[in-house]
């Protein structure tokens, strides 16, 4: 592959160093950046570091390397040295070249295979209850960064880790038993993972209810907990179930189906999908022998009650439990069975858990203690943690009160796009089945970008409103740069297969729009190194503003020199091109008019 003319700049650079000053300047001493708007140039060499070299001031040391530089590359016409920065221009024909050569190729912003494997595992939801705002980030996430790494070459595995026994579900079941009278999503009507859910909260009203009694007859609260009738009952379902009671798995099945289903059309809504699906009830034995190998190994160690125990305080943590006294597995112990099961299943070179921060300390655990048993890809795991999402206050309050619903939420925000787009008046005339499709891309572009322009290290404030606002940082507004785009390639009769015309000269916002579009693959190499969505995201909008300010400024379909109109369009259809790439990677979808 032809080098890049950052990778020229870097080598030209030390040439110089070594030529002028006698000196091996190391390739980590070279920072190449753009140009800041306020100066000539696009490209920019940082030289606070060679006057190390030079003994000179940054200026003529800025000088010295920059008429070096002039000599050595054609591409380069002019330059200039402001405090320790040594700003460049690039001569329009590189500009049209990069352009023709890299920016139009097919493939553009898609890396060659790189022979690596990963996993991603994200949802992992419980099915007692319902997806909520908090899974959607999850799922955004895991998806995305999945789709980036796929672009980034990796082969990628979506995994899905779903929670479907345990205590939580048995509330569930025995709440239905009592009081359901037979009830089916059929029959109420209700989204089968919402009905569940409706069990699992009826569930919990009643053990609070008997908790409440046992603590008026003098019991205490942890003793109440303990003691509650409905608990116990739900503890010998428990039992039970782990038995192969006939009538308890049956029952099991029955609501998981009903669950599935409902999860089925949430994640259809969400765009998300997997290759692997992973249940407990099949893996929650899991991870025992892996509690002999690590007591074998004296990794592990037992106290008198039989439990088994790991002792992390040399590694500034505590000590850990993982195995209960009466044999039976805790969290860690079936994620550490988990993961080795994922590993002799695909053999991947990594492996990405998408969980919320509140599991920080889990997995911090769980890798180090794979890493203590000598488990070659413990090095390859990484938890992609993320903060919690929060809504602004009084704003869509689920049924109850805490959390708020999935499902609602995607509703409320097409709906929302739906009354925005009409008082704007923007799909008069439409037939009813297109404005739909469009109101959901747009509510479920703006819900989607708001969650993915955000680090996902950071919490952030979801705000309905804000994010399907038309002119702002959102992800309507780069769906509307690419509608406009689309009007104005079938106003001007563009099609792909028209050859190229480049112009000798290129106006600033020409040259710069062509520059940002050129940084697409750095993009998404950044967005892959970090596990980011927000580099992606960030980067289709500053392509939209660019293209906008370009559209403000040049004429495209009334250009009077034919060479230049075809120029123009070409550029614009490369621009909405990239700007669709970039929102797949988000799992957005583009309109081509709206
Ligand atoms: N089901 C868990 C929860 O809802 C998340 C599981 C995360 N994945 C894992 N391998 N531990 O909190």
């Given at each position: 592959?032809?080098?890049t003319?950052q990778?020229?700049?870097?080598?030209?650079?030390?040439?110089?160093?070594?030529?002028?000053?006698?000196?091996?300047?190391?390739d980590?001493?070279?920072?190449?950046?753009?140009?800041?708007k306020?100066?000539d140039?696009?490209?920019t060499?940082v030289?606070?570091?060679i006057?190390?070299?030079?003994?000179k001031?940054?200026?003529?040391?800025?000088?010295?390397i920059?008429?070096y530089?002039?000599?050595?590359?054609?591409?380069l016409?002019?330059?200039?040295?402001?405090?320790?920065?040594l700003?460049?221009?690039?001569?329009d024909?590189y500009?049209?070249s990069l352009f023709?050569?890299a920016?139009?190729?097919?493939?553009?912003?898609?890396?060659?295979a790189?022979?690596?494997?990963?996993m991603?595992?994200?949802s992992?939801p419980?099915?007692?209850?319902?997806?909520?705002?908090?899974h959607?980030?999850?799922?955004?996430?895991?998806?995305?960064?999945?789709s980036?790494?796929?672009?980034y070459g990796?082969?990628v595995?979506?995994?899905?880790?779903?929670?479907?026994r345990?205590?939580?579900?048995?509330?569930?079941?025995?709440?239905?038993q009592?009081w359901?009278?037979?009830?089916t999503?059929?029959?109420?009507?209700?989204k089968?993972d919402h009905?569940?859910?409706?069990?699992?909260v009826?569930?919990d009203?009643?053990y609070k209810?008997?908790?409440?009694e046992?603590?008026?007859?003098g019991?205490?609260?942890d003793?109440?907990?303990?003691?509650?009738?409905?608990?116990?009952?739900?503890?010998?379902?428990?039992q039970?179930?782990e038995?192969?009671d006939?009538?308890?798995i049956?029952?099991?099945?029955?609501m998981?189906g009903?669950?599935y289903?409902?999860?089925?059309?949430?994640?259809g809504r969400?765009?998300v999908?997997?290759?692997?699906y992973?249940?407990?009830s099949?893996?929650?034995?899991?991870?025992?022998?892996?509690?002999?190998?690590?007591l074998?190994?004296?990794v592990?160690?037992?106290?008198?009650?039989n439990s088994?125990?790991i002792?992390l305080?040399?590694?500034?943590?505590?000590?850990?439990?993982?195995?209960r006294?009466?044999?039976?597995?805790v969290?860690i112990?079936?994620?550490m069975?988990?993961a080795?099961?994922k590993?002799?299943?695909?053999?991947m070179?990594e492996?990405?858990?998408?969980?919320?921060n509140?599991?920080?300390?889990?997995?911090?655990?769980?890798?180090l203690?794979?890493e203590k048993l000598?488990?070659?890809?413990?090095?390859g795991?990484?938890?992609?943690?993320?903060?919690?999402?929060?809504?602004?206050?009084?704003k869509?309050?689920?049924?109850?009160?805490?959390v708020?619903?999935?499902?609602d939420?995607?509703?409320?925000?097409?709906?929302?796009?739906?009354?925005?787009?009409?008082?704007?008046?923007?799909?008069?005339?439409?037939?009813?089945?297109?404005?739909?499709?469009?109101?959901d891309i747009?509510?479920m572009?703006?819900?989607?970008?708001?969650?993915?322009?955000?680090e996902p290290?950071?919490?952030?404030l979801?705000?309905?409103?804000e994010?399907?606002?038309?002119?702002g940082h959102?992800?309507p507004?780069?769906?509307?740069?690419h509608?406009?785009i689309?009007?104005?390639?079938?106003?001007?009769?563009?099609?792909?297969?028209?050859?190229?015309?480049?112009?000798e000269?290129?106006t600033?916002?020409?040259r710069?729009?062509?520059?940002?579009?050129?940084?697409?693959?750095?993009?998404v190499?950044?967005?892959?190194k970090?596990?980011s969505?927000?580099?992606?995201?960030?980067?289709g909008?500053?392509?939209?503003?660019?293209y906008n300010?370009?559209?403000h400024e040049e004429?495209?379909l009334?250009?009077?020199?034919?060479a230049?109109?075809?120029?123009?369009?070409h550029?614009s259809?490369?621009?909405?091109r990239i700007?669709?790439?970039?929102m797949?990677?988000?799992?957005?979808?583009?309109?081509d008019?709206?």
């Amino acid at each position: 592959m032809a080098s890049t003319i950052q990778q020229q700049l870097t080598y030209h650079t030390k040439q110089a160093v070594k030529e002028i000053y006698g000196a091996d300047l190391p390739d980590n001493q070279i920072t190449i950046q753009e140009t800041r708007k306020e100066f000539d140039g696009q490209l920019t060499v940082v030289v606070f570091p060679i006057t190390r070299f030079s003994r000179k001031s940054p200026e003529a040391t800025g000088n010295d390397i920059g008429a070096y530089l002039l000599r050595q590359l054609p591409e380069l016409t002019a330059f200039n040295t402001i405090k320790g920065f040594l700003n460049l221009s690039l001569s329009d024909a590189y500009w049209t070249s990069l352009f023709t050569t890299a920016v139009m190729h097919e493939k553009f912003g898609r890396f060659p295979a790189n022979g690596h494997k990963l996993m991603v595992e994200y949802s992992s939801p419980n099915t007692n209850k319902p997806l909520h705002l908090g899974h959607i980030r999850n799922n955004l996430l895991g998806y995305s960064v999945a789709s980036i790494l796929a672009a980034y070459g990796y082969e990628v595995i979506k995994a899905n880790l779903v929670n479907d026994r345990g205590i939580h579900i048995c509330k569930s079941m025995l709440a239905w038993q009592r009081w359901g009278n037979g009830e089916t999503p059929g029959t109420s009507g209700m989204k089968g993972d919402h009905l569940v859910g409706k069990y699992y909260v009826l569930f919990d009203k009643e053990y609070k209810k008997e908790i409440d009694e046992l603590r008026a007859h003098g019991h205490t609260e942890d003793d109440a907990k303990k003691q509650a009738p409905i608990i116990r009952e739900a503890q010998q379902m428990l039992q039970r179930w782990e038995a192969g009671d006939e009538e308890v798995i049956a029952l099991w099945k029955t609501m998981n189906g009903w669950v599935y289903d409902g999860f089925a059309q949430t994640y259809g809504r969400l765009g998300v999908d997997f290759d692997k699906y992973y249940y407990e009830s099949d893996t929650y034995l899991l991870g025992k022998d892996i509690i002999q190998e690590g007591l074998e190994k004296g990794v592990f160690f037992r106290k008198p009650d039989n439990s088994v125990w790991i002792d992390l305080t040399a590694d500034g943590l505590d000590e850990k439990l993982v195995l209960r006294g009466d044999g039976t597995s805790v969290y860690i112990t079936q994620d550490m069975g988990t993961a080795q099961l994922k590993y002799d299943d695909f053999g991947m070179d990594e492996s990405i858990y998408v969980v919320g921060n509140e599991q920080d300390y889990h997995f911090k655990v769980l890798f180090l203690i794979l890493e203590k048993l000598g488990k070659p890809w413990a090095k390859g795991l990484f938890h992609l943690s993320y903060g919690m999402v929060d809504l602004p206050s009084g704003k869509m309050k689920s049924r109850e009160g805490t959390v708020v619903d999935a499902d609602d939420l995607m509703d409320e925000m097409v709906t929302t796009a739906r009354k925005r787009t009409e008082e704007l008046g923007k799909t008069e005339g439409l037939p009813e089945p297109e404005k739909a499709a469009l109101y959901d891309i747009i509510g479920m572009g703006a819900l989607k970008y708001f969650l993915l322009k955000v680090e996902p290290k950071k919490r952030l404030l979801f705000d309905p409103n804000e994010s399907i606002d038309f002119q702002g940082h959102t992800g309507p507004f780069i769906q509307y740069t690419h509608a406009r785009i689309q009007s104005v390639l079938t106003k001007g009769g563009y099609t792909q297969q028209q050859a190229i015309v480049v112009p000798e000269v290129l106006t600033e916002s020409e040259r710069d729009l062509i520059q940002l579009l050129s940084n697409y693959p750095a993009t998404v190499e950044a967005a892959a190194k970090e596990f980011s969505p927000a580099y992606v995201a960030n980067y289709g909008y500053e392509v939209a503003k660019q293209y906008n300010k370009f559209y403000h400024e040049e004429t495209i379909l009334k250009a009077s020199d034919e060479a230049v109109r075809n120029f123009r369009l070409h550029l614009s259809a490369t621009t909405a091109r990239i700007i669709a790439s970039a929102m797949a990677l988000l799992g957005i979808a583009v309109p081509d008019r709206m």
